[in-house]
C-alpha cells in the first residue's frame, strides 16, 4: 500500500537541466517527526539532512536544483524542519568528502575521490520516521492553521535545546520525551 516508516529514493539528478520533485505524505491522523538526509552518488557521503516536523494528514514537497557548482533543495512548503531551510532554499555541501580525517567520526575527511560539489548532483535520499508526536505543545506548535505550523519556532528552539545538551525541562534529560516509536 506505499506505507512504511523508511522511504528510500534511489535516485535524484539535477543533470542535464532535470530538476527532482519530492512529496511525501503523513497519511495518519496523528503529527509525525521524520529524518530527510540526501547522499551523493559516487559514495553515499552525506550532503544534507534535517528533521520534519509534519502535522495530520501533512504533505511536505521540495524540488533538488541545480546551483552553479552543485545541488540545492528548494521549497515553499511552511512545515516545520529543524534547521529552517532558507527561503532561497538550502545548497548542499562537501564537508563529509572533503577535508581532513576526524578520529572517531566515520566517513569523516577526503575520501580519495573528487571533493567537487559537482557530485552533489546526483545521488540519493531517504526518509526516515522518528516517531509520532505525542507532547501536545509539540504536536499543537507543528499543526498547521491556514497552512502554516502553529509554532515552529517553538519547536525548533526546543530541538536546539536537546542538540545543546540541555533540556526543555530544567537540565534533566530524560524528562522530555515527545517522540513515540514510529508507526509507519
Not at 523508511?6 to 530538476?19: A, E, K, S
Not at 517527526?33 to 520534519?52: C, H, I, M, Q
Not at 521549497?75 to 572517531?104: M, R
Request: hydrophobic share 35%; charged share 15%.
Amino acid at each position: 500500500d506505499g506505507l512504511g516508516q523508511v522511504l528510500i529514493y534511489p535516485y535524484y539528478t539535477v543533470r542535464n537541466g532535470t530538476d527532482t520533485y519530492i512529496s511525501v505524505t503523513n497519511t495518519t491522523d496523528q503529527a509525525k517527526a521524520v529524518k530527510v538526509r540526501f547522499t551523493e552518488g559516487k559514495n553515499s557521503r552525506e550532503v544534507l539532512d534535517f528533521n520534519l516536523y509534519m502535522s495530520a494528514h501533512d504533505m511536505w514537497t521540495g524540488a533538488v536544483v541545480a546551483t552553479a557548482d552543485g545541488a540545492k533543495l528548494i521549497t515553499a512548503d511552511k512545515s516545520c524542519t529543524y534547521p529552517a531551510i532558507p527561503s532561497g532554499g538550502q545548497s548542499f555541501v562537501n564537508y563529509a568528502y572533503t577535508g581532513a580525517v576526524v578520529e572517531g567520526i566515520v566517513d569523516a575527511g577526503g575520501d580519495g575521490e573528487n571533493g567537487s560539489l559537482d557530485r552533489t548532483r546526483e545521488g540519493y535520499f531517504e526518509i526516515i520516521e522518528m516517531g509520532t508526536i505525542t507532547d501536545t505543545e509539540v504536536a499543537a506548535a507543528v499543526t498547521h492553521s491556514a497552512g502554516v505550523p502553529d509554532n515552529c519556532a517553538f519547536v525548533q528552539q526546543q530541538v536546539s535545546k536537546m542538540n545543546m545538551g540541555s533540556s526543555p525541562v530544567g537540565n534533566n534529560l530524560t524528562a522530555w520525551h515527545p517522540l513515540s516509536a514510529p508507526t509507519g
